[in-house]
């Protein structure tokens, strides 16, 4: 009988959780979340320096202002990465850093296009998906702003790390 009310109770939470509609500022919170953790993972993954890090907050102002740019139906990466190409084949970026600009910026499109793939009904109110993308903006933002010595960046490598070794 324990078990039976157990997973009756464990299925009404989950209908509960997968059937929600989420708030404003649910959202805000989770697309800060998310952007947080493209960043953490890219540094994890690409180990950029400090300079690297610089420029690629620079291009992410201007994925959020670009951000208003994307219609329904289109995603981040289609609409902005040209903006982005063209800021990075430009002169306002030191060649040594314009491959790691360009993974870093990509990261942060990839991440907003999944975000919104993962919810797609984010998109079904006026206002709340430009508020989703630079908020996950802020969020990569604060994720790139972390100290190499800070507990989540260094768990972050050391994950990468063993995925790597598990690769070879």
């Given amino acids: 009988m324990k078990k039976w009310l157990l997973g009756v109770v464990a299925l009404l939470t989950m209908v509960g959780i997968v059937g929600c509609e989420w708030s404003d500022s649910q959202v805000k919170v989770l697309s800060q979340n998310a952007g947080l953790a493209a960043a953490v993972t890219w540094i994890a993954y690409d ?3 400090t300079n690297s890090i610089v420029v690629v907050k620079e291009i992410i102002n201007t994925i959020a202002a670009q951000a208003e740019n994307v219609q329904t139906g289109m995603t981040y990466t289609a609409v902005i990465y040209p903006e982005i190409q ?3 084949d430009g002169d306002s970026i030191p060649a040594q850093y314009k491959p790691i600009a360009l993974a870093g910026s990509l990261a942060v499109l990839n991440g907003i296009d999944l975000l919104f793939a993962m919810n797609p009904s984010w ?15 802020i969020g990569a933002k604060m994720g790139l702003s972390l100290s190499d010595r800070d507990p989540i960046i260094i768990q972050a490598r050391t994950f990468a790390d063993s995925r790597s ?3 070879k």
């Fill in 86 to 88: 063209n800021i990075i």
């Fill in 47 to 49: 180990n950029p320096d």
């Fill in 165 to 167: 070794k598990i690769l």
């Fill in 123 to 137: 998109k079904e109110k006026e206002g709340r998906t430009l508020m989703a993308a630079q908020s996950f903006c």
